[in-house]
Nanobody, 119 residues
Framework: QVQLQESGPGLVKPSQTLSLTCTVSGGSITTYSYYWSWIRQSPGKGLEWMGTIYYNGNTYYSPSLKSRTSLSRDTSKDQITLQLSSVTPEDTAVYYC???????????WGQGTQVTVSS
């Protein structure tokens, strides 16, 4: 079964760019029809979908975050990278990666990584 592991800095300063990596094991990010997504949950709020990269490299972004979000992938390492620019304390959240064969339905999740934006 596919496993996902998020990694990245736990603390980021305001105005900086946050970069997180999702490493996939037990599967490939180029497996036909699979979507690979980033989702976050801020304190006291629900889950927020941020963006998705499809198995063929096509990307989809949340309209509210599109101007600050970039997804990329390294197929040789089965990694998906999220970059979120110009962060503010409101971007403090647990960030998850998830995958599935429907863009908003996730069969597998990573354990999540806490990111705090603070000076």
């Amino acid at each position: 079964q596919v496993q996902l592991q998020e990694s990245g800095p736990g603390l980021v300063k305001p105005s900086q760019t946050l970069s997180l990596t999702c490493t996939v094991s037990g599967g490939s990010i180029t497996t036909y029809s699979y979507y690979w997504s980033w989702i976050r949950q801020s304190p006291g709020k629900g889950l927020e979908w941020m963006g998705t990269i499809y198995y063929n490299g096509n990307t989809y972004y949340s309209p509210s975050l599109k101007s600050r979000t970039s997804l990329s992938r390294d197929t040789s390492k089965d990694q998906i990278t999220l970059q979120l620019s110009s962060v503010t304390p409101e971007d403090t959240a647990v960030y998850y990666c998830g995958t599935g064969t429907r863009i908003f339905l996730f069969d597998s999740w990573g354990q999540g990584t806490q990111v705090t934006v603070s000076s």
